[in-house]
């Protein structure tokens, strides 16, 4: 059985990753997964995390299961996180699932709109993240696109985005990064958010609210004002949240899927279905990052431990930013870089082709995602310089 299957092409993203492990180059410089490094290049585990992973050891009591929603009291403080003070007038309304990762709470959210409609559309934005399309498809969830990033201006095609949710449906779902969009950077403002969450209400389909970047964009809590928008106007949409950056807690894959239902009694049907489809892909999700998660909001200590973290790589990352700008156009490279300082969260396209990125790759050791997508912490004061050569040495 198994010799008749054909090899697959490695992911895009993973595959650039294990590529530069492999790279023997001393200058190389990895822009390619989305992981946050600071200054040394290192992708640290952060204090708050270190001292709650210290508490636990001392003070976990048991390995026994812990359930199919994980970790309660972490859903219940995700939901603030995500909320804020909406989220005690929607708690009637909301039930949340620990998953692992965001990708993890996806893919449930996936199976729980397949059980809702089986002949769901998901529009996504042209583009999305590479793995948003395949992860649907696996569910059996038809994938269609709508128009989001101009690659042209480097801004957004907000009319055509309009128009073409216009035509969605009832009973589709349209899919919107909550902030930090990767992998253009490029955000909705406040006001186009306010369109969106009336039009969602208009035509009655299910918004599906990826936010997996929350705190890296403006604050945590600018972050999660479109999301709040939607949630203000509509009876019905899903949240899918991740730990992986703001909370650096990549590899523990901590993530929770959101389900908020127009009433109560919904909101418990919705859960059990949302639970049956956790316990038929995975079970339970692992205990140890979302306990992370827990005991840090919990404590006012290590929530402020954590929020002066969170500020210091949202700092480091727009302060590149503005270094990438300026460091390009130092070069005298004729290209306008000025939207890199205008976007959010850790990506932006370079807007380059494809020769260049090989180029970059093979003359540089500079790993970039094929669609010109850059990680801009990847860069730092020591590798700026090699870096705004190499680009401008491949534009020419
Ligand atoms: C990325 O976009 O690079 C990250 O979300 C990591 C991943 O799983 O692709």
Redesign the pocket.
């Known amino acids: 059985m198994f010799s008749e299957l054909k090899p697959l092409p490695t ?1 895009p ?2 595959g650039l990753m294990a590529a530069y492990k492999q790279d023997n180059n001393p200058q190389k410089i990895d822009l ?4 946050y490094k600071d200054e040394q290049g290192n992708t640290p585990v952060l204090r708050a995390v270190k001292k709650a992973e210290a508490f636990r050891l001392e003070n976990e009591t048991t390995k026994s299961y812990i359930g199919l929603a994980g970790n309660l009291d972490f859903c219940q403080k995700i939901e603030s996180l995500l909320l804020g003070e909406h989220s005690a007038l929607l708690a009637n309304r909301v039930r949340t699932a620990q998953a692992p990762g ?2 993890g709470a996806l893919r449930v959210a996936a199976e729980f709109i397949k059980r809702c409609n089986t002949n769901a559309t998901v529009w996504v934005t042209t583009p999305t ?3 948003h399309i395949s992860l649907f498809e696996a569910a059996g969830l038809t994938v269609k696109e709508y128009p989001y990033y101009d690659y042209e201006n480097k801004g957004l095609l907000f009319d055509e985005m309009i128009n073409a949710l216009k035509q969605v449906p009832k009973g589709d779902v349209v899919l919107l990064h909550a902030c930090c969009h ?2 253009s950077g490029m955000d909705l403002n406040q006001q186009q958010w306010q369109t969106v969450a009336e039009l969602a209400k208009e035509q009655g389909f299910t918004p599906l609210i990826d936010i ?1 970047y929350q705190g890296f964009g403006t604050s945590l809590e600018a972050d999660a004002q479109g999301l709040r928008a939607v949630a203000d106007q509509v009876d019905e949409m899903i949240i899918c949240s991740s730990c ?1 950056k703001n909370f650096g807690l990549y590899r523990e894959r901590v993530g929770a899927c959101s389900i908020i239902a127009k009433d109560s009694n919904v909101a418990d049907v919705s859960n059990s279905v949302m639970l049956s489809v956790v316990r038929s892909i995975y079970s339970m999700p692992p205990a140890h990052g979302a306990d992370i998660v827990n005991t840090i909001l919990s404590s006012t200590e290590l929530t402020q431990m954590w929020h002066d973290e969170l500020d210091e790589m949202r700092g480091r990352i727009n302060g590149l930013r503005t270094l990438i700008k300026e460091s390009l156009a130092a070069k005298g490279v004729d290209q306008d870089f000025s939207f890199i300082d205008r976007q959010h969260g850790m ?1 932006s396209f370079l807007g380059i082709n494809k020769e260049q990125i090989d180029r970059l790759r093979n003359e540089y050791a500079i790993y970039i995602v094929g669609s010109s997508r850059v ?1 801009v912490a990847g860069v730092s004061k020591d590798n700026i310089d090699y870096f705004a050569d190499a680009v401008a040495s491949v534009i020419k």
């Open positions: 992911d993203i993973l390619g997964v989305g992981v965001g990708t993240w590479a793995n990767n992998p997996a992986s990506f990680n």
